[in-house]
């Protein structure tokens, strides 16, 4: 079965600083793998999904993710971290068979200092 | 932009009542499923939904639970007998097809158990 592990449950960045959330996946198949951030009281937003069309995935709101099949990471990065950005984020991979339910990792908080 | 919604957005109920969660997909999608996030931790995959039947449920999905398409537009999720542990938020989602797109979800459903 197919898993994904978020290395992190907490990372705290100083606003205009690197943002960096590593995600290790597990599939005996090509992957589907998505990034979604959910802000407090809200619901689950895409932030950009890697579908073999390029390894170097550009998403909303300057985020972008680098599919590596030989690390099987999914990080997500973001040149400058704004306080807007502070949310939690979460990778996910969806079974490309059967009903492609989606298998989401336990999720990273992003902490954004002033 | 069309979205998902679901209502209501906060239910609270006393142990061993039957709720129904609503959610209303996007229009043209063809693939609909539930999740659940117990407060604090991930989010879990409850059932998929095609072509009118399940076609993939988790072990969390028990004969507690049922789903229903009544009516080409409404999708609902049914508790019978609702548990303490049945507490959490509750996210339907919608996909057009295939496993490259993306599942839209609604703003959840907060469901407190008492």
């Known amino acids: 079965a197919q898993s994904v592990t978020q290395l992190g449950s907490h990372v705290s960045v100083s606003e205009g600083a690197l943002v960096l959330l590593r995600c290790n996946y597990s599939?005996?198949?090509?992957?589907?793998l998505f990034w979604y951030v959910q802000y407090p009281n809200q619901g689950l937003q895409l932030l950009l999904k890697y579908t073999s069309a390029a390894t170097l995935v550009k998403g909303i709101n300057g985020f972008e993710a680098e599919f590596k099949k030989s690390e099987t990471s999914f990080h997500l990065t973001k040149p400058s971290a704004h306080m807007s950005d502070a949310a939690e984020y979460f990778c996910a991979v969806s079974e490309g068979t059967g009903g492609f339910k989606t298998i989401f990792g336990a999720g990273t908080r992003l902490f954004v200092k002033a | 932009e069309p979205e998902v919604t679901q209502t209501p957005s906060h239910q609270v109920t006393q142990m061993g009542q039957e709720v129904i969660l609503r959610c209303v997909p996007i229009s043209n999608h063809l693939y609909f499923y539930w999740y659940r996030q117990i407060l604090g931790q991930k989010v879990e995959f409850l059932v998929s939904?095609?072509?009118?039947?399940?076609?993939?449920k988790s072990e969390i999905f028990d004969d507690q639970f049922s789903v229903e398409r009544p009516d080409g537009s409404n999708f609902t999720l049914k508790i019978r007998s609702t548990k303490l542990e049945d507490s959490a938020m509750y996210f339907c989602?919608?996909?057009?097809?295939?496993?490259?797109?993306?599942?839209?979800f609604g703003p959840g459903t907060r469901l407190t158990v008492l």
């Open positions: 939904f095609y072509n009118n039947e399940i076609s993939e």
């Open positions: 599939s005996s198949v090509p992957p589907y």
């Open positions: 989602a919608s996909m057009a097809g295939g496993p490259y797109n993306e599942q839209f």
